[in-house]
C-alpha cells in the first residue's frame, strides 16, 4: 500500500488521488489536465504510467491562400465545371458588362492536363465573353475536393440571402435618377411593381396610420341639420322626400 501524502486530493470512487498515488493501491498513477472537451469545464483525467496521453482535439489549420494568377483569356478557354447546379440569367449579365464592364473576376482552377475549368462565373464568362471578347479570371490552385465545395458554396450561399427591399428602391430610385435602370439587373416593370409598393399610385409615400385615434364628444361633432321636435341631429340632404315617390319606391324594393 503507498502511504498517503500531504498534498492536496480530489475524493474519486474509493480512493483519493494525491501526487505519490492513489491511497489503497501499489500502481504508480499520475494526473494530466486536458483542455475542455466541450462540457464546459477543463477534467482530471487519471492515468497509470506508461499508458500515453488522451489524444486532444486537433485545432484545424488555416486553409492556405489558394490564389494564384490574374489571367485575360478568351471563353473559349474556359472548360465548364461540370454538372454546375445554376444557371444564370446571361441577358441582364450581358446589360450589366455593356453598362458597368465586368467588375467581378470568375474563378478557375488549373486541371493536371493544363485545362483552365471555371468553378464560379460560368453565366459571367458567357455574358462578358459575347461583350467584350476577354473575360478576367483569378486562377486558384485546389484540389478536387475542394472544388466541389467551391462551386456548391457560391451557387448554394446566395439562395440564402435576404433581400431589403426598401434599401433595394432606395439604390434603384437614385440610379433611375443619375442614369436610368440600365445595368443594375432590375427592368422597368419591376421598378414599377416597387414604386407601387413603396411609394402607392399617387407617387408619395403611403401614409403612416395612426397610433391610436383622438377621442372626441358626439355633442360637440358639427352637424348640418336638427331636428326642432326630437332634437336629431345629421348631416347631409335635407330636403323632404315626396311620400308618393318614397312609396313606389319601397314597394319596388319590396318586389326586387
Not at 35 to 59: A, C, N, Q, Y
Request: negative net charge; glycine residues 10%.
Amino acid at each position: 500500500m503507498t502511504a498517503a501524502c500531504a498534498g492536496p486530493s480530489r475524493a474519486r470512487g474509493t480512493g483519493r488521488r494525491c501526487r505519490r498515488g492513489w491511497r489503497g493501491s501499489t500502481a504508480p498513477w499520475r494526473s494530466r489536465v486536458y483542455p475542455d472537451r466541450g462540457v464546459g469545464t477543463s477534467s482530471w483525467i487519471v492515468l497509470p504510467l506508461g499508458v500515453p496521453p488522451l489524444p486532444t482535439r486537433p485545432t484545424p489549420a488555416p486553409a492556405p491562400d489558394p490564389y494564384r494568377e490574374t489571367l485575360f483569356v478568351d471563353p473559349a478557354e474556359l472548360a465548364p465545371y461540370p454538372g454546375n447546379p445554376n444557371h444564370g440569367d446571361v441577358d441582364a449579365i450581358a446589360a450589366s458588362v455593356r453598362r458597368n464592364g465586368q467588375y467581378r473576376a470568375v474563378v478557375a482552377r488549373v486541371l493536371p492536363d493544363g485545362t483552365l475549368q471555371l468553378l464560379a462565373g460560368h453565366a459571367t464568362t458567357e455574358a462578358t465573353g459575347a461583350e467584350v471578347g476577354k473575360v478576367r479570371v483569378e486562377v486558384i490552385d485546389v484540389d478536387d475536393a475542394t472544388a466541389r465545395r467551391i462551386v456548391a458554396a457560391d451557387n448554394a450561399l446566395p439562395a440564402r440571402a435576404t433581400m431589403d427591399e426598401s434599401a433595394l428602391f432606395a439604390l434603384l430610385d437614385k440610379a433611375n435618377a443619375d442614369g436610368g435602370l440600365e445595368g443594375t439587373g432590375i427592368d422597368d416593370v419591376e421598378f414599377r411593381n416597387l414604386v407601387d409598393r413603396h411609394m402607392g399610385s399617387s407617387g408619395r409615400p403611403p401614409a403612416e396610420a395612426p397610433g391610436e385615434f383622438a377621442s372626441y364628444d358626439e355633442e360637440t361633432i358639427p352637424v348640418a341639420h336638427e331636428c326642432p321636435r326630437c332634437g336629431f341631429r345629421w348631416s347631409g340632404d335635407s330636403t323632404p322626400r315626396d311620400p308618393e315617390a318614397a312609396a313606389d319606391g319601397d314597394e319596388g324594393g319590396e318586389e326586387g
